[in-house]
């Protein structure tokens, strides 16, 4: 079964790589789940989805389809 998560993708510096960042339901603190090409899961502040510039449909398209393929059922948010 595939895991359904509510994903915010925003540009990382200057450079435009996007991070994916989403709470998993039992995330209670200020941190959520990230995942980049470089560095994969992590967890991330929950003031970088504030923080951080919204990424394009054509900027986030690749890491949308590497997050699909590893299993995660995805809805942009």
């Not at 993708?9 to 789940?33: H, N």
């Not at 990230?34 to 510039?53: F, K, P």
């Amino acid at each position: 079964m595939q895991n359904a998560i509510n994903v915010s993708f925003r540009l990382i510096g200057t450079d435009g790589e996007v991070i994916a960042l989403w709470r998993e339901p039992e995330q209670t603190s200020k941190m959520v789940s990230s995942y980049m090409h470089t560095g994969q899961h992590s967890e991330a502040h929950e003031s970088l989805i504030g923080d951080l510039l919204p990424a394009s449909e054509s900027q986030y398209t690749g890491l949308l389809r590497e997050l699909e393929s590893i299993g995660y059922r995805v809805t942009v948010i």
